[in-house]
């Protein structure tokens, strides 16, 4: 059983924009797990619903709830029969656990089990506070060339690789990655280190269009006033969560794949004729499977997916509310993080 004994500060959210700093019980590590001072933890989309509206999905925030899962930080502290080698480690935390034992577990897409939990996500509190407790082998020691800020962008570009698993992107092919926030972004980059021959990034926003323009190596077209090529793309990435984002699956070839990645406002309005005509394969992805933290790790730490310039704003802990409502709001940021242990 987890024990208290000092007392620290937390960000609580207690109902739709009423986010608290409260002080809360900081937690010490018990058998296998680790205690890591958080030095980063990034505003997510999910986290601007539950901030929103109180919910997130079939989620819904019926208590004050720590939110946050995208985080990095220090191993502080370690449990009995943790290794003591991850003391004073920079890691990463991978907030989804999932109970290892059902079918969906043991078929190897534990990121399905209907038992897991991530923190942050309503009741499980999540990484906007000074401390968390996590198991040891959810705490990825993260390269030395990696500092806090780009170690908060392992989660979110797990997830972009793990799209490109579910896409089975592969050498030579070319991508259309719609939606160029975050995760569009860090998508477009798991595709071109899995080997893609050109990414394409499109989005409507021209603030998010710019901000493109400048990270992405490869062409980003405007679909306000650009047309897609017809029938050129090996595969989709879709990002946005946008209902209109489907209608740029004709500019898919014959056989080609689309990958959902971003969650849909409500149900989009797809040319299922084209789906049905040319063999278009759509899949959906779920935050990422067991490897995709993996490589998310290796392909960073090696360079080969480059993380600088997406971290835009940062703010304390006390200032969690103007954090969200800034990520909420100013579309020239990308990402927006909180440091809970700033001095």
């Given amino acids: 059983m987890t024990q208290f004994t000092e007392r620290e500060f937390a960000a609580v959210l207690h109902g739709p924009r009423d986010v608290r700093l409260e002080e809360v019980d900081r937690p010490r590590p018990g ?4 205690l890591v001072q958080i030095e980063r933890v990034g505003l997510c989309g999910t986290d601007l619903n539950y901030y929103v509206d109180g919910f997130n999905g079939p989620t819904v925030l019926s ?3 720590v939110l946050g899962h995208e985080a990095s930080g220090i191993v502080v502290g370690v449990g009995e029969g943790t290794p003591p080698r991850l003391l ?4 990463a935390l991978e907030p989804a656990t999932s109970c290892g034992v059902c079918l969906i577990c043991r078929s190897g897409r534990s990121n399905l089990c209907p038992s897991g939990f991530c923190l942050g996500s309503p009741p499980t509190n999540g990484a906007l506070r000074e401390h968390v407790v996590i198991e040891h082998r959810l705490a990825h020691p993260l390269p030395e060339r990696l500092n806090p ?5 392992i989660e979110p570009l797990a997830v972009g690789c793990w799209a490109v698993h579910r896409a089975r992107v592969a050498t030579g092919h070319r991508v259309l990655v719609t939606g160029a926030g975050p995760i569009g972004l860090l998508t477009a980059k798991a595709a071109l280190a899995a ?3 050109e990414v394409t990034v499109a989005d409507v926003h021209p603030q ?3 901000l493109a323009r400048r990270l992405h190596p490869g062409p980003v077209v405007d679909l306000n006033t650009d047309e897609l090529p017809g029938a050129s793309i090996d595969r989709m990435l879709e990002c946005s969560g946008a209902a209109t ?4 699956v004709e500019s898919l070839k014959p056989g080609g794949v689309i990958a959902l990645v971003g969650v849909p406002q409500r149900w989009p309005a797809a040319p299922l004729g084209y789906v049905q005509r040319w063999e278009v394969d759509l899949v959906g992805c779920f935050r990422y499977g067991p490897a995709a933290f993996r490589s998310a790790i290796g392909w960073s730490g090696t360079g080969r997916v480059r993380l600088s310039g997406l971290v835009t704003a940062r703010f304390s802990l006390a200032h969690t509310g103007q954090a969200i409502e800034t990520a909420l709001s100013d579309r020239t940021q990308l990402k927006v993080v909180v440091q ?4």
Wanted: charged content about 20%; cysteine-free.
């Fill in 88 to 91: 004073g480690r920079q890691v």
């Fill in 245 to 248: 984002a489907l209608e740029a």
């Fill in 208 to 210: 998010r269009l710019e």
């Fill in 63 to 65: 208590a004050p709830t």
């Fill in 31 to 34: 058998p296998g797990q680790v």
């Fill in 195 to 197: 080997g893609a021959l």
């Fill in 149 to 153: 800020e780009e170690g908060v962008l």
């Fill in 340 to 343: 809970p242990n700033a001095a």
